[in-house]
């Protein structure tokens, strides 16, 4: 198997689908050999495809606070990778929304990059489209509330942008039963 580093280098000179990325390509990702807990997320946005930082935005503070962790702690690669199942900015629908993932980017890399995480023991899987990838298709809000029939290695969640706020207020089970467990699995996979 490659090295880490021969494999992230291929990966940030990827143009497999440059053509129809409105940024052009830019792989966001937190990779190393140590990390515990993968964050399977769904495609950068904006922000962190100009900053290069996966979660420094007001998402990212919501998934913080989900998980009860300092933005040290998620930023420590000893504790979290992070990786999109599209690495790279995929852009806008034509309703406003965010487009989902580019489709060439899983079978590519994702197989490669996961083998390079020997000492994962729990994945969260944050959103509809990392929980279609993993899980096949299904309804988030039934297996968000159905978490523990995939413990104690994967965790789904929803995706934390602002939208889930209002998905929060209308499944108040989600503060009251998934966050307590979610913090929980989190604290025992990083001790
Ligand atoms: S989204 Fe994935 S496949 Fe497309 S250019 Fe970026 S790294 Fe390559």
Redesign the pocket.
Known sequence: METLKTLLSK?RD?????HV?PLG???ILQVAVTARILIASQ?PGTKAHHSGVPFRDASGNRLREWLEVSTDEFYDTRNFAIIPI???Y?GRLPNGGDAP??P??AP??RKKLLAHLPDVRLTLLVGAHSQAAALGRGLMTSRVRGFRDHLPAIFPLPHPSWRTKHWAEGNPWFDTDVLPSLRAAVRCALT
Do not use: F
């Open positions: 990966v990827c143009q497999a689908c440059a990325l390509p830019r792989p495609a599209g690495l790279c995929p993932p580019r060439e980017c590519l890399w």
